[in-house]
């Protein structure tokens, strides 16, 4: 049966930041080149996580990022969403679906300093402010003497935080610092070997409603089959662990022809414990990576054996 095609205006949800509404016009302008019959609009939206002021974790996690977005997907005041997907919850509303992941940028960890550096560099007792558990188990294994802070914000908000000398150093996406033009303020790209990025970390996910199959049709031919497999597989291992911003996480997928790398590991929040899992799988189809990693999330929580504490 021929789809009735969609009349008037089409809208791309997205957050206000510059760096989601960098995302959202790099969205449009996809969807422009493949279907530039219809007339694509942003529409920007304040979600919960943009207005909070202390931790994620103590008023229900990164999906505060997102909840707004879905919520307007629903009631149909826009018809695409675009998330990073490092912020998207493992388990969606059945009535949305993520056909599209965008080419990955680089997962990396950016360590920025206007005094020092390298993480090597900072002196004993340094402070580094940052929001993301994770990044903060992480420096603690690393570094026991590093002391913290909340440095939360926009990208460039945080980077005037720092050149304000609140803190001796932070850490941010290199992936966003690229896409904002601002790969020059980074004073180490920090090696994966050295800390692991959050699963997904990079990577610009589209998220639409399930019961429209022409729009999901278009979605579909943004997607990266590389991207696929990588994030499906990390976000497989996270839901395994039923990760959330509230216990340190990290993963990285590597697919290369058929072969599917990965490395995953839970850390304590004080850095005083760290669990990986370091595997390489024969992977052909996006199921398959979802099983890879799922298989090895659960192999984790079952050597961990309750000597780390999920989302607590």
């Not at 949800?13 to 995302?23: D, I, K, M, V």
């Not at 998207?88 to 993520?98: A, N, Q």
């Not at 609140?166 to 896409?179: K, S």
């Not at 072969?259 to 899992?277: C, H, I, P, T």
Request: some cysteine; glycine content about 10%.
């Amino acid at each position: 049966m021929q789809q009735t095609r969609h009349s008037g205006p089409r809208h791309i949800g997205t957050r206000g930041s510059p760096l989601a509404l960098y995302q959202a016009n790099w969205v449009r302008d996809l969807l422009a080149e493949h279907d530039p019959e219809t007339d694509w609009r942003i529409r920007i939206l304040k979600t919960s996580g943009d207005r909070i002021q202390g931790e994620l974790k103590d008023f229900g996690g990164k999906g505060l990022f997102t909840r707004e977005l879905e919520e307007a997907l629903l009631d149909g005041r826009i018809d695409v969403a675009v998330h990073s997907m490092k912020d998207v919850p493992t388990v969606g509303h059945d009535r949305l679906v993520i056909p599209a992941l965008l080419p990955r940028e680089d997962p990396r960890d950016a360590f920025i300093s206007v005094k020092h550096d390298s993480i090597d560099a900072l002196p004993d007792g340094a402070l580094v402010g940052s929001a993301s558990l994770r990044r903060r188990a992480q420096l603690a294994a690393l570094r026991p003497d590093i002391r913290f802070c909340l440095l939360r914000g926009n990208v460039h908000t945080r980077l005037k935080k720092l050149e304000s000398e609140v803190c001796d150093a932070t850490f941010l996406a290199v992936a966003g610092l690229n896409r904002l033009g601002e790969g020059a303020r980074i004073t180490q790209a920090v090696p994966t070997d050295l800390m692991l990025p959050a699963p997904a970390q990079g990577v610009v996910g589209i998220e639409t409603r399930r019961d429209e199959d022409g729009l999901r049709e278009t979605m579909k031919r943004l997607n990266d089959p590389v991207s696929e497999m990588a994030i499906t597989c990390e976000r497989a291992f996270l839901r395994a662990l039923d990760g959330s911003c509230r216990t340190p996480i990290a993963a990285l997928a590597d697919p290369v022809g058929t072969q599917l790398g990965f490395r995953g590991e839970v850390l304590a929040k004080d850095g005083s414990l760290r669990f990986s899992s370091v595997e390489t799988g024969d992977v052909e189809t996006v199921g398959e990576a979802y099983d890879f990693g799922y298989t090895l999330g659960e192999a984790l929580r079952v050597e961990i054996d309750g000597r780390i504490t999920f989302d607590d």
